[in-house]
């Protein structure tokens, strides 16, 4: 699947031409991989904007409670394993013995911290619905669907690793592309006949099977599945986990918080509609995580290069901020164009638009800190994000309202400043012990 022709090099010196090639074939992989990650977020927004478009505002405001507790709860089974397997990862790769070690290690940590996130945060998913004026066997469908989901997703989330690490780009995209077309093409046929919030919940979790799928006959041809669990990889797992873990489960709930804080607080359920469609605009920041994920963050934990990792880290931050800063120009200038494509039911949240997409800007620069952190294991003093945002919070409380939307975005986005400050300096930290040599 690639968008590119060959390239030639004429007039090329003997010894500039291989570093050319080597560079213009990066350029290649990035710009062909972030052509096909374009084309399926555009077929991912569709299937959004299909939803937010076609859903009433109750089935809607359901769906996204039930969507952004099945991330919560994907978030919080994951506590330190991403951290290990692509810590870890970045150094055994290669050998597939080795590899499928650490996978399998992976696999079952994560589903046996899974199952304790699924028995805690169901029972606040059900009363979030509840509250919101969900049937209550509407609500148990809801649960049991976002579950059977969770099932493979949790797999999907350590199988991945595998593709990004192996720098396998045309399989992530065949992968990733094969879900969007499938989930769109199932919302367009059952907008004919049924759409609303337990449909769309069962169409994410099929296509989350069908990923799984694809990902295990890809990795059990790459990596030896048949290999035992490494116990040196569960104890840094476990040992990342416990470091990581008041964090993570703080940072999966500041998530999550505009959905909490509407939904417990507002007094219609529109409300809880009007944050998850502005969440759809979020979007846009979906090929630029993307990249990071399976390009960018691979390249930079593969690098033992000081000189080299330090031009990564500046190239991959400007590159995210540059972008950022066009995305909260543009909405600031066409607000109206923005939120047409959400619809007359939307049209009146302009000020709300620019919040949205300013805490929209904070989380990805944040997760691009924290993403090339993590790779490194630059996490010392992460235990900070807690007191800090708490402190922000409490702060904050007198002066918010939490009835409206725009006071719940404001109260988001002011909250979310302190973790960026810490995760720039832990950068500067980590960049610092890994100062070339003069």
Known sequence: MSFFGPISLPGLSETSAPFVRRALHRARIIGNFAAVQAIVQIIGFLSGILLVRWMSQPEYAYFTIANSMQATINLLADIGISVG???????????????????????????????????????IMCSMLLKNGAPIFYTALLAVIVVAGLLFQFSVGVLSVVPRLRSDVTRIQIIDFTGAVVRLVLFVALAFWMLNAGVAVAVASAVFLLQYVMLHRYVNAVV???????????????????????????????????????????????????????????MIFA??????????????????????????????????????????????IFPNQFLFVLGNKYAHLDRELLLMVSGSVIAALTGTFWA???????????????????????????????????????????????????????????????????
Request: charged share 10%; proline share 4%.
């Open 287 to 332: 090929v630029m995580s993307n990249l990071l994920t399976n390009v960018f963050v691979p390249e930079f934990a593969r690098c033992q290069n000081p000189r080299k990792l330090h031009w990564l880290f500046a190239a991959i931050v400007g590159g995210v901020a540059l972008f950022s800063l066009a995305v909260v120009a543009s909405a600031s």
């Open 224 to 282: 030896d599945l048949s290999a035992h669990e490494n116990p040196q990889d569960r104890q840094e797992m476990v040992r990342l986990t416990k470091h990581l873990a008041a964090n993570a489960v703080f940072y999966c709930f500041q998530g999550q918080i505009t959905v909490f804080l509407i939904s417990f607080f507002a007094r219609q359920v529109s409300s809880v509609a009007e944050v998850g469609a502005l969440g759809r605009l979020a």
């Open 85 to 123: 397997l692509v810590s870890i990862g970045g150094r055994v790769w290669q050998d597939r013995h080795r590899f499928g070690e650490l996978i399998v290690t992976g696999l079952h940590v994560r589903r046996k911290l899974g199952a304790a996130a699924i028995l805690i945060v169901t029972p």
């Open 372 to 438: 090339l952190n993590a790779s490194k294991a630059w996490i010392h003093g992460a235990w900070l994000y807690i007191p800090l945002t708490l402190g922000t919070q409490l702060a904050l409380i007198p002066f918010t309202d939490f009835s409206s939307v725009a006071g719940v975005l404001v109260f988001n986005l002011l909250s979310a400043i302190p973790n960026l400050a810490l995760n720039i300096v832990m950068s500067w930290r980590g960049l610092h012990r890994f100062a070339p040599a003069q």
